[in-house]
């Protein structure tokens, strides 16, 4: 799923919003991994005939990439759209499959998606790696929210099933944080992230949202978003614009002439 906040939109698939989760920083990082450093290849080795319809390409990716990491004991979390599919959200998927791990495993991740016939690269950003697997695109995460992937966050992935199959699944909070976290200058849709957020609200701890994404504009901005639609309470010290009066507003007297 991922773009970093500041990479370039890919085209959109059938009506699905353009999503993206803040990765890594914008400047040279490590280089996780031995994966190969070329663009995939135009023919997936894994299926020559994918589920024609996108929506089910994405959770057949999903599904074969999170079993194969199952069978070979990696830890890890599903992200991304899909995560909110199997927290109960929509099935509007977007173009790729989402997938989080610590980046001292990006190594041993690679080889097992190698070794089960999916061509796993480097693109140019540092915090992530790729593969494909029924022709869609899988990203492999090893930084969300700007941090490297940690044990702490695996471990507060709950195992959900995904159209069947059981696996880790990224935390409602730690998942609306590296959505919110992903806002900039150069990105700012909140309307991919409404839905989201409102199908997760009774679910996400808001106020650890708040704390971690600070003050800054374009987060601070979206938190108002959400206020004023009662998807999340205001800000405390803020008031609800129910709340104001108009009773002692005084408006000019209108000039005939």
């Given at each position: 799923?991922?773009?970093?906040?500041?990479?370039?939109?890919?085209?959109?698939?059938?009506?699905?919003?353009?999503?993206?989760?803040?990765?890594?920083?914008?400047?040279?990082?490590?280089?996780?991994?031995?994966?190969?450093?070329?663009?995939?290849?135009?023919?997936?080795?894994?299926?020559?005939?994918?589920?024609?319809?996108?929506?089910?390409?994405?959770?057949?990716?999903?599904?074969?990439?999170?079993?194969?990491?199952?069978?070979?004991?990696?830890?890890?979390?599903?992200?991304?759209?899909?995560?909110?599919?199997?927290?109960?959200?929509?099935?509007?998927?977007?173009?790729?499959?989402?997938?989080?791990?610590?980046?001292?495993?990006?190594?041993?991740?690679?080889?097992?998606?190698?070794?089960?016939?999916?061509?796993?690269?480097?693109?140019?950003?540092?915090?992530?790696?790729?593969?494909?697997?029924?022709?869609?695109?899988?990203?492999?995460?090893?930084?969300?929210?700007?941090?490297?992937?940690?044990?702490?966050?695996?471990?507060?992935?709950?195992?959900?099933?995904?159209?069947?199959?059981?696996?880790?699944?990224?935390?409602?909070?730690?998942?609306?944080?590296?959505?919110?976290?992903?806002?900039?200058?150069?990105?700012?849709?909140?309307?991919?992230?409404?839905?989201?957020?409102?199908?997760?609200?009774?679910?996400?701890?808001?106020?650890?949202?708040?704390?971690?994404?600070?003050?800054?504009?374009?987060?601070?901005?979206?938190?108002?978003?959400?206020?004023?639609?009662?998807?999340?309470?205001?800000?405390?010290g803020r008031r609800?614009?129910?709340?104001?009066?108009y009773k002692h507003?005084?408006?000019?007297?209108?000039?005939?002439?």
């Open positions: 799923m991922t773009e970093h906040a500041d990479e370039g939109a890919l085209p959109e698939h059938a009506g699905a919003a353009s999503l993206r989760l803040a990765g890594g920083g914008a400047g040279p990082g490590p280089a996780y991994g031995r994966a190969e450093q070329a663009p995939p290849p135009p023919h997936d080795p894994i299926a020559a005939d994918p589920p024609p319809d996108h929506n089910q390409a994405l959770l057949q990716a999903a599904k074969q990439v999170g079993s194969l990491l199952k069978r070979a004991g990696h830890r890890f979390a599903l992200a991304g759209s899909v995560a909110v599919y199997a927290h109960g959200g929509a099935q509007n998927l977007r173009h790729d499959v989402d997938f989080v791990f610590r980046p001292e495993d990006a190594e041993s991740v690679a080889e097992t998606l190698r070794a089960a016939g999916l061509h796993v690269y480097t693109p140019p950003e540092d915090w992530l790696l790729k593969a494909t697997c029924f022709g869609q695109q899988v990203d492999l995460i090893l930084e969300l929210a700007h941090q490297p992937v940690t044990t702490e966050l695996l471990d507060r992935a709950p195992e959900l099933s995904v159209d069947s199959v059981l696996m880790p699944v990224l935390a409602p909070t730690d998942l609306m944080h590296s959505l919110v976290a992903a806002f900039s200058e150069h990105h700012c849709d909140f309307g991919a992230a409404l839905p989201i957020a409102r199908t997760l609200r009774e679910r996400v701890d808001w106020d650890a949202v708040r704390a971690a994404v600070g003050d800054r504009p374009m987060q601070d901005a979206f938190f108002y978003f959400l206020e004023r639609l009662e998807v999340v309470p205001p800000r405390p609800s614009r129910r709340a104001v009066s507003l005084t408006l000019p007297t209108p000039v005939h002439e």
